[in-house]
């Protein structure tokens, strides 16, 4: 990666932040050459400040770190795009990003996940969901085992389309077990980045 600072008269290039989960543009700013290389080598976004005038390290101060995940140059060579993983809120407003716009993800899985949640909270009559949410979390827990067995005995045969069918039960009742405890992909996304190094 070769960025072209002398484009600028100030040796500024902008840096455009992207949650590599979401997809969602979090916020700009703009990086000089040392900037660039301390980001690099600390995989934590690094600005220069023109307010403070000096490199400025997102989250120094919050804690809300940008951990970067990838940088790609655009074909001018005058501006990157960071995939990052924030930590915490990333405006200094205390929204998720910059823009008004909430940071969540996006994609079937997470619409799957809200709609269970409704069902859960707003029982309708004949739901698969409530139905399965009555008997208990013993009775859901028991639920999803049953259907990873049946992934596992699945995933050896040649039948990818019985393999498919079985992981998508198993993957349907683990939404649900997880929001019959409290919980979310959200949450497991936390301890799976946790284990990121």
């Known amino acids: 990666m070769n960025p072209d600072f002398t484009k600028s008269v100030d040796g500024l290039i902008p840096a455009i932040i992207q949650d590599n989960t979401t997809q969602k543009v979090l916020m700009l700013g703009y990086m000089n050459s040392k900037a660039l290389a301390k980001t690099l080598e600390t995989k934590k976004v690094t600005f220069f400040s023109r ?36 930590v915490g809120p990333v405006c200094h407003t205390g929204s998720d ?14 619409e799957l996940e809200n709609i269970i949640e ?3 909270n707003f029982p309708t009559e004949g739901s698969y ?6 008997k208990g979390i013993n009775k859901m827990a028991q639920k999803v085992g049953e259907e990873a067995v049946e992934t596992v005995i699945e995933a050896v045969t040649n039948n990818d389309e019985l393999f498919l069918e079985e992981a998508s039960d198993l993957l349907f009742h683990y939404l649900l077990l997880l929001k019959a405890k409290g919980k979310s992909l959200k949450d497991i996304e936390a301890v799976l980045k946790k284990r990121q190094k």
Not at 62 to 77: A, E, P, Q, T, Y
Not at 129 to 134: R, T
Request: charged share 30%; aromatic share 14%; with cysteine.
């Open 51 to 86: 307010s403070k005038n000096r490199l400025w390290t997102k989250g120094e101060e919050s804690g809300n770190f940008l951990n970067v995940f990838d940088i790609k140059l655009d074909c001018d060579k005058d501006t990157l795009l960071i995939y990052a993983n924030p």
């Open 97 to 110: 990003t910059c823009f008004e716009e909430k940071n969540k993800a996006t994609g079937f899985i997470y």
């Open 118 to 120: 409704q069902r859960i």
């Open 129 to 134: 969901v409530n139905k399965m949410f009555n």
